[in-house]
């Protein structure tokens, strides 16, 4: 605009004293213009030029972040679904996460119908919403998704999940994938005696016995050391199968919670809650399910009341070889509902998502 106005007003004045000189001034005003007009015909190249260069950087870096996503892009194909614990008290909230399959789509939630359970699923808008078994639920572009699991008529119930993909591109193929989450009601009662369990092991009362078994031998290693106020008793027994360490293999400790209950001597008994007065306990297995034997490792457990423990070292897990632990503890202070765990430590582990276990338990007059 300013461009036009400029030449309009130049050339309305090089009319304008074309007319007011004489014909012997009009060859030198003539010059004159066309000087003037050449300085303005450069000056505009350089304005346009300048103008030019603002503009290709951010066109170029446009181009070349487009080449940089094309280049990073990267398309799941597998949906993979993980949970940070595999057992669950009934009515505890936990959390699914899946894989970004990172195109446009939507996932959805379902579960398999199972006698006595119903499950309740946290919508960010409607809150708690309960859900109906096979009935999917749309989860549009999340990738977590928070699950209550009720239990009436079983203490131990396996609740199998669905967890599928669908891509906005009707031409590209859809996944699933399923799962499986332990629901444990500590409110329906059970008895089972470790020495029922385990016929051909045997433990003894101390800080740690430990024992190893396979087919053909069978050797009993036991350190009493007595029981130390506030120290809690701690039970280790080795179970494997003719275990075979392979030296470029990997090393994989998975923790499972057992149960929770009492401990009277080496005998561990579950039950649905721990009295005030007696000893409570809770028992839990690490197994190697790598391909490499383990080096030494330890735990941390959180006892109810809030105490803490640290182990020793334990000897190494060969590969598919058990270690139950069972810790026993006394001191507990007050009724309620008490919270406990444990989580191993070990050097080379490559899954620490399945190293650790929570759980609660009613601590009774």
Known sequence: MYETYYWYTLTTLYYYIMNQVT????????????????VAAILFAVWLAVQVVSIIPSAFSSLAS???????????????????????NAGEAFTLTWTDMRIPGAYAFSYACTEGASVEVRDGQEGIVVLDCENSFDLEENTTLDVIVNSEKQRFIDITYTVS?????????????????????????????ITEENEDSETTEGVVAGESTTEETETDTTTDTGLVAGTPTV?????????????????????????????????FRREANI???????????????GTKTSDEWTFDATLPSGIEYTSKSQI???????????????????????????????????NKNNNSFTWAVEVVK
């Open 165 to 193: 993909f669908t891509p906005k591109n009707s031409d590209m193929e859809g996944t699933k994938t399923n799962g499986q989450i332990t629901i444990v009601n500590a409110t329906i009662p059970t008895h089972t005696d």
């Open 66 to 88: 487009i080449a940089d996503g094309v280049y990073n892009y990267n398309e799941n194909t597998t949906l993979t679904v993980a949970t940070k614990n595999s057992v669950v």
């Open 316 to 350: 190494e897990l060969k590969p598919n070889e058990k270690a139950i632990i069972t810790i026993g503890f006394e001191g507990l202070t007050q009724v309620g509902v008490e919270r406990f765990g444990a989580e191993v430590t070990v050097n080379k582990d490559v």
């Open 235 to 267: 039970i280790e027994e080795i179970i494997y199968a003719i275990p075979v360490s392979d030296p470029n293999g990997e090393v994989d400790l998975r923790v499972t919670y057992l149960g929770v209950g009492s401990l009277t001597g080496k005998t």
């Open 275 to 289: 009295d005030i007065d007696e000893q409570g306990a809770f028992q839990f297995a690490v197994q190697n399910i």
């Open 23 to 38: 014909p012997e001034q009009k060859d030198s005003v003539t010059k004159t213009f066309a000087i003037v007009g050449f």
